[in-house]
Each structure stands twice: as structure tokens, then as C-alpha cells.
């Protein structure tokens, strides 16, 4: 369970000293009020960012009016006029994250502090933060993938992973692929797992769209586990010890479970007769609780067999991680220009609604991705903070033609 019921929107209150995690905070934040004192005030920036995402610093009056305070100075006979005039930047100060209900305790000092609440990973990729934005053919994209207040403190490796991969066939047509996946938290060497394993869909569904275009669909259903499932697990479970990333111990050693995390995998038409406003559609897989969703008129659509057109090609409840399965969920789901596509991990997806309401951070969020955004703006709004939200989280948005 997460928080309240009903997310409050930042307020002026949020400017006082840090309150403690809610009742329903875990208990990494229980662990963090032990270690750093209540009486350390929360210091805004000096020209913080408004709710829009546009920096509020102050801007000179218009063209004719008397000069504010802010504007620059009007040059004079004894001064260079204005086109030699390089007037410095105003200070902008610190990238505020937004803060839904009750703050936390994390982030209360710096993270250089002597508090050390946020510790470099033991292992030796903690991925802190990882971000790709770009264009394929009428589709734009970001991505982000954050490490958790949780792993933060406890020195671990952000679990979560994504990758993405383009393919562009000799008829012009062009696909996009997109794999998320989130270690399962009791794996101790999940991270690793979900990084390969993401990578290794994608490369396999590329494979397999460039060996039969226009029916890699019914290949991918007819034999899941040996056109990818399969294909997955024999790539993460057998590296090779000295591999980049690995962990320090050789795979014979391990167990499917040692390495185990979810899997969401999306194909989207970017460009060519397959990307066809309306006719559009993504195919969807997924095998585990990494959600994906639909975005159109500010609402968030779970992909989950229910949404109008979409069409299950396999609805199996499966909930067992990627690693050793021979079965997923797969989904044809309609796309119109305008609409956009998000695949995320449960340290996001599963705090867009609760109770069958959209919650606070999901109308945020709606109004805040309904169109691109700023790589910088991406991850700020993928940082939010409020009690509880301590996991590791990760997110890519797919936005349609128009948007362009």
C-alpha cells in the first residue's frame, strides 16, 4: 500500500521543516528519521520551479513600460549600447523535485552529507540515473531509469533496467523496441539480471522482425519460448564471469531465481505504411507486475486486456519472473497520433491510481507527458517524492506522430 488515498498537491506548508514519513512510509524512511535530526529545515531554492516546470525567476516588464528592478540596466552616451552589452544568466539554483502528501526524510541533507544517506554501490554499476531521449521516424521517446531511496541507503545497485532498439527494414518501414524489466528484490543479483535481460529482448525481437516482418507476431505467439523467453534466459544465465557488469561468481553457480526480474516489451510502427495515424498499433508483452499503460485525454489506460480494441493474443496470469517461463501476456493495442505509450516499473506504475481512481501524481503526470518534454524535465518528474516511494523506478514514454 502506498501513502494516502488521495495525493495532496504541494503547498506552502511544504516550505517548513521536513515532517516524518507517514504511517505508511517503509521502514527505510523509519531507519533514515534515526539518522537525520527532525530539526533540519528544508531550504527552497532561491528561484525555484513552478508548478508548470517553468522556472519562476522574475522577467523585466514589457517593451515601453518603466524598468523593473530585474531588468538590465539601459545603456548611456559613456556606455557601450546594448548589442555589446553580454548580460550573465540570473541564478536559477537547484532543480526542485515535486512532493506529493507528506514529505520524507530522504533528502533532508545533501547527499554528500556526513548523514551518508545516499552510499555509492557496492557493486560496480549503482546507476544512479540513466536517460536516453531522441526521434525514430514519427515517434518520439524518453526514457529514465532511477535508483530507490531504498538502495541509495543500503549501498545496492539500482534493480530496474530498460534498452531500446530501432530497426529499419529496406521497404522504409521502421520499428521501434522498447524492453523494461525490474529485478525481483529477494534476487541478490536481480540488477544484473534485469539489465541483461532487457537488453537480450530487444535484440531478439529485432532479430526477429528483420527475419519476418510481416509475421513476427504470429511467430512470437505460436512459440514464446523458443522465439524469446528462451533466447533470454539462456543469455543471462550463461555469462561469461568477467563479462561487464557480471556478478563475481560464475553462472554455474547460480539459479534462474538468483537472477530472476519481470519483463514489459513493447513494438510500436514508426514510420511507413505500418504507422498510419488511427491504424497504428503496439504490440505489448509482459511477464511479471511491470506495468504498461496508454495515455489519451489526461488518463492513464492500463494495458491489461480490458482497453477498447485491444485485442489478447495470450492473457495467461502469469506472475512468475521472465527467467525459465515459457508463456506472457501479449496485446495488440491500438495507438491514434496524439496518444502516447508509457511502460514503467511498479516504482511508478503502480502509483498512478489507487482504488480504481487516478491518484494526484497520475493527473500530474498525465498533464505533464501528454506531450514531449525536456530530457532534464523527464527525469525531475520521474523523481517525485512522497512517503513510501523509496523502490527503484523506471520509465519510457512513446508519444505518437502528432506530437512531433
Known amino acids: 500500500m502506498f501513502g494516502p488515498k488521495r495525493l495532496r498537491s504541494p503547498s506552502a506548508e511544504d516550505d517548513n521543516p521536513l515532517s516524518q514519513a507517514a504511517d505508511g512510509a517503509e521502514s ?26 517553468e522556472s519562476s525567476l522574475p522577467v523585466s516588464s514589457a517593451a515601453g513600460s518603466d524598468a523593473s528592478p530585474t531588468s538590465p540596466p539601459t545603456a548611456t552616451a559613456d556606455e557601450p549600447s546594448a548589442d555589446d552589452v553580454v548580460v550573465a544568466p540570473s541564478p ?43 526521434t525514430v521516424g514519427d515517434l518520439a521517446v524518453a526514457a529514465t531509469s532511477l535508483r530507490g531511496h531504498r538502495h541509495r541507503l543500503g549501498a545496492e545497485p539500482n534493480q530496474d533496467s530498460f534498452a531500446i532498439r530501432t530497426i529499419a527494414l529496406d521497404d522504409h518501414r521502421e520499428y521501434l523496441i522498447v524492453a523494461v524489466a525490474d529485478g525481483v528484490g529477494s534476487s541478490p543479483h536481480s540488477g544484473f539480471g534485469a539489465r541483461l535481460a532487457s537488453y537480450s529482448a530487444a535484440q531478439a525481437l529485432g532479430s526477429m522482425i528483420q527475419a519476418s516482418p510481416d509475421h ?7 512459440d514464446q519460448a523458443a522465439s524469446l523467453l528462451g533466447r533470454v534466459t539462456t543469455s543471462v544465465t550463461t555469462y561469461r564471469e568477467m563479462e561487464f557488469d557480471a556478478p563475481g561468481v560464475p553462472a554455474s553457480e547460480l539459479r534462474h531465481a538468483d537472477l530472476q526480474c519481470t519483463l514489459t516489451i513493447a513494438v510500436v510502427p514508426a514510420g511507413g505504411s505500418a504507422a498510419v495515424g488511427a491504424g497504428r498499433a503496439a504490440v505489448v508483452c509482459s511477464i511479471g507486475d511491470s506495468p504498461a499503460f496508454r495515455l489519451g485525454n489526461g488518463q492513464w489506460q492500463a494495458i491489461d486486456g480490458t482497453l477498447p480494441g485491444e485485442s489478447g493474443l495470450w492473457s495467461s496470469a502469469i506472475d512468475q519472473g521472465a527467467l525459465g517461463a515459457n508463456a506472457m501476456r501479449i496485446f495488440e493495442v491500438p495507438l491514434a497520433d496524439g496518444q502516447a505509450l508509457l511502460l514503467s516499473t ?13 491518484t494526484l501524481l497520475g493527473d500530474d503526470l498525465a498533464a505533464r507527458w501528454k506531450e514531449p518534454v525536456g530530457m532534464l524535465e523527464f527525469v525531475r518528474d520521474a523523481s517525485f517524492e512522497f512517503a513510501s516511494a523509496d523502490d527503484d523506478r523506471t520509465a519510457v514514454m512513446i508519444w505518437m506522430g502528432s506530437r512531433i
Open 346 to 358: 511498479d516504482g511508478i506504475g503502480k502509483y498512478l491510481h489507487f482504488e480504481g481512481r487516478q
Open 216 to 222: 513476427y507476431l504470429e511467430v512470437l505467439a505460436a
Open 92 to 134: 536559477t539554483g537547484p532543480i526542485a523535485v515535486h512532493t506529493y502528501g507528506e514529505r520524507t526524510t530522504f533528502g533532508s541533507e545533501p547527499w554528500w552529507s556526513a548523514k551518508k544517506w545516499w552510499k555509492l554501490s557496492d557493486g560496480l554499476e549503482g546507476n544512479d540515473i540513466r536517460t536516453h531521449v531522441g
Open 28 to 53: 527505510t524512511s523509519a531507519q533514515l528519521s534515526d539518522t537525520i535530526s527532525e530539526d533540519q529545515s528544508f531550504q527552497p531554492p532561491a528561484w525555484p520551479l513552478s508548478e508548470s516546470g
